[in-house]
């Protein structure tokens, strides 16, 4: 069924056709066939690589089942399964499922209930589950043991990423009333800090919006500060069930959002103060309402949807703009629809809404109006720290400190002719120059990270490919989701780096996958039901609970480690250096306090800096950052007279101390 059309409990719209309809069950064997000749072609090569590197002298069973890939191998043990499933057609009748539970998870039931106004408690309890569900995988994920030795959590930890202590900078710096700091008056350089700009004014380089919702957080101080973003993986997880249940009924909106409440790559990044989070909430409230709009042309629905997207615009723009393209493609052809004939002909509006559906330049301008303010306060908020609306402190801290990072193809040749004094050398030329080829293999890279880290290659390759081959009938809803994940890689190719995790500029495509997902789920079950195979049901259930075991847990001798695990540990790493050093600064009792500790940082590695201060520099221990042909010790401690000064070299973790002629290793 159509999930676009509405639809009355007692009808079906005429034109409509099912995927399920007896006159294509000819093709369907056909395409199974397809898909497991497919699936076989490409995991066998994988298998037979990891089996003959094992031991020689083992058996070959006892080496297929030895250390499994992940990504690979639990699932060619399922695909092997399938032909069993297909032909064996055994007869069940769970009634409590089929009479009772089925009916409330269908798109009818939806449908019926959006009809007749009723309250669906079936929906609240399910977004309720989910949602719990989702906070529940974010505290978790934070209790890993991360150091055995001090019993360390990962949520014990200062963050990871220089992009975190800038935010954390911006939440700090709006608690306080303010968009920005003075500079130091007399040694400003000293206080350059990863993403924030030192211009006479230090402020983040980031947009707002990421501050705005950490600050209530952050002034509850550490590890509280977490608590915002996971409850906006909540959130999301939220809007993401009622955004599926609007598609296609209770039960996929169940799906998609127990994928995203379980998926591993969400539950790292709702440990990771970045803007992501706080984006998929704009964005998640966008889906829905938007969706709700096309569906009720409500004015309310088309303010929330442009309250949501001003939101994501205020904290990735970017990002808002490749999710939201489709949408805004959408709205414009129905702007012009409505021009040209002079009224609108989309269909009628749904029997429980009382008012008349709302011209489309009146949605148009619900959505454009919280936008449109969105847009003035970002202006004046650019004002206040570059002093000009226009510029960006985004764009101007690349293009004083990292100007071979600028966006777009020829990104080091074109840097390279602007650079200036206060570039960020070693950091700056980690930047490779965007070619052609490197576009493509970014892509190549976020597509294949983005499946990886939100359920699984496989299932969701697999989703993917049963989306495109059966909704290509259908003028659906759907394929705004679909276009929506499209646009959101198409707008990142413009950019050198694949991302943290080769993934996060494409972040917020996980829960449209989720989406995807369920959408096939729903469909193949219908061909299922259709046609008698009741054991495909239980491979595909199979595979999902497969999905889930491999990215959360580990079972020894089978796989040592999940990919929560994995990547928990990699993330640890920079969080620990970072604590070790907080840690010496509070109790190593050879440092006398107040003091400046300048660090000498190791050029090997240009993703840990140590340079992090309060907005104010005021704290008792500032960091400073040691340019050894620049700052002469004895000039610095004459501006740091009420200081003791020190120096700490990263990579030989050294302090030393100035005792007025040298440094004193200490």
């Known amino acids: ?68 890939n992940v990504d690979t191998s639990p699932y060619f043990i399922l695909l092997l399964l399938s032909p069993i499933c297909w032909f064996i057609r055994p007869y069940f009748n769970f009634k409590f499922f089929s009479k009772v539970l089925l009916p409330k998870l269908s798109e009818e039931w939806v449908r019926a209930n959006q009809a007749s106004g009723k309250l669906d408690f079936m929906a609240i309890c399910l ?23 001090l019993k360390l959590a990962m949520g014990d930890l200062p963050p990871a990423y220089h992009d975190e202590y800038s935010y954390l900078f911006q939440a700090k710096t709006f608690l306080e009333g303010r968009t920005s700091f003075p500079s130091h008056p007399d040694a400003p350089e000293l206080f350059d800090q990863m993403h924030v700009l030192n211009e006479g004014k230090m402020a983040s380089r980031y947009f707002p ?8 957080f952050v002034s509850w101080g550490h590890p509280y500060s977490y608590w915002g973003h996971w409850l906006a993986g909540a959130i ?76 994501a615009m205020l904290c990735r723009p970017m990002t808002a703009a490749g999710f939201a393209l489709p949408f805004g493609i959408w709205l414009v052809f129905l702007l012009i629809k409505s021009c040209l004939s002079k009224q609108d002909h989309s ?48 764009q101007l801290y690349t293009d004083i400190y990292t100007p071979r990072h600028v966006y777009g193809f020829n990104n080091v040749i074109r840097g390279e002719q602007k650079l200036g004094p206060k570039v960020l050398e070693n950091y700056d030329k980690w930047a490779e120059n965007l070619t052609p080829a490197l576009a493509l293999q970014n892509v190549q890279n976020r597509f294949l990270a983005s499946l990886q880290w939100t359920l699984g290659i496989i299932p969701l390759g697999l989703a993917g490919l049963i989306f495109l081959i059966t909704e290509c009938r259908h003028r659906s809803r759907w394929w705004l989701i679909f276009a929506s994940i499209i646009s959101l890689h198409f707008v990142h190719i413009p950019y050198w780096y694949d991302g943290i995790m080769h993934w996060h500029y494409v972040f917020e495509s996980g829960p ?45 001798p089978l796989w040592t480690s999940s990919k929560l695990e994995t990547m928990v540990n990699n993330v640890a790493f920079s969080k620990l250096k970072h604590f070790q050093l907080q840690k010496m600064i509070q109790q190593y009792p050879k440092i006398e306090k107040p003091a400046l500790i300048l660090i000498a940082h190791d050029p090997a590695d240009r ?7 309060e907005p104010e520099l005021n704290q008792s221990v500032l960091l400073g950052r040691y340019r050894a042909d620049r700052d002469e010790p004895a000039k610095l401690q004459s501006i740091f007279a009420d200081r003791q000064i020190y120096l700490f070299d990263v990579s030989q973790n050294r302090l030393s101390k100035w005792n007025g002629a040298f440094w004193e290793r200490i």
């Open 1 to 68: 069924m159509d999930s676009e059309k509405p639809i009355s409990s007692r009808s079906k719209a005429p034109h409509e056709s099912l995927p399920d309809q007896p006159s294509h069950s000819r093709w369907i064997p056909l395409l199974h066939l397809l898909f497991v000749v497919l699936l076989f072609c490409f995991l066998t090569p994988y298998e037979w690589d990891r089996v003959q590197s094992e031991d020689q002298n083992l058996p070959f069973l006892t080496r297929f089942f030895l250390q499994m």
């Open 127 to 149: 977004c309720l589950l989910v949602s719990s569900c989702s906070l529940f995988m974010s505290v978790w994920t934070a209790s890993h043991i991360v150091n055995d030795e």
């Open 209 to 216: 919006g990421t501050g705005i919702w950490l600050a209530p």
């Open 236 to 311: 999301t997880t939220f809007f993401i069930f009622w955004t599926g249940r609007e598609l296609g009924g209770n039960g996929v909106g169940f799906l998609a959002g127990f994928v995203i409440a379980l998926s591993p790559g969400m539950a790292i990044f709702s440990n990771l103060l970045l803007a992501h989070h706080p984006t998929l909430v704009g964005l998640a409230l966008f889906l829905w309402s938007f969706l709700r709009m096309q569906r009720t042309y409500a004015l309310r629905d088309a303010i929330l949807a442009g309250i949501g997207l001003t939101f």
């Open 347 to 394: 269909t009628k509006p749904e029997a429980q809404d009382s008012k008349p559906k709302r011209p489309a330049w009146v949605l148009t301008t619900g959505l454009a109006i919280p936008l449109s303010c969105g847009l003035l306060g970002l202006f004046f908020y650019n004002q206040s720290i570059t002093g000009s609306g226009w510029k960006m402190p985004y």
């Open 512 to 556: 449209l996958w989720a989406l995807v997902f369920a959408r096939s789920t729903q469909t193949l079950f219908r061909i299922w039901r259709q046609i008698g195979r009741p054991l495909m049901f239980l491979l595909w259930i199979s595979m999902l609970l497969v999905a889930v075991l491999t990215n959360l847990t580990s079972i020894s």
């Open 607 to 613: 993703h840990i800096d140590f340079v992090i201060n």
